[in-house]
């Protein structure tokens, strides 16, 4: 479930992201507005599944997976930060794509793949599925950052970087 919950995200991007491609300085405030808008509506979306994720999870697992299954609702839970980010970074590493700037998407997701082995090897052994989901979720969190840092730099940079762009 967590893993097909970001899909949504990936619906979102296929339709938009096109115009992050080649984008001009008189374009960078319609895409700063579009930035906003989608990530609100990523947000939006992904925190109401979460709120939902978080208060029926207990019910819900059992009654799709059977009871033998109802132990799972607790890594569904602890998956949800990871889940909103997986959303988040669908949006972020498209921009960054569509820059062309993969090459530093796929370093940062380097560092969250071996943070994530390093966590799942110590949590795994002491708290089981709950410490994959730990592990999962909180080595995500580094990617996010990155990537959103690096959006944030190519949208919202200062009118004087983007007069020493043009003067170039």
Known sequence: IAMKIPALASILAMGTLQVFANFQSDQLSYLRKLFKKLMGLVLGIYGMLAVVILLLADWFVPLL???AFSVSATPLKILVPFFIMAGMTRILSGILDYQGKAVSRALYLWVSTFLNIGLNWVLIPR???NGAAIATSFSYLPYTLLVGWE???????TSEEESTDEHR
């Open 65 to 67: 997976f059977g009871k």
């Open 151 to 157: 959006v944030v730099k190519l949208l919202f940079r």
């Open 127 to 129: 708290y089981g599925a």
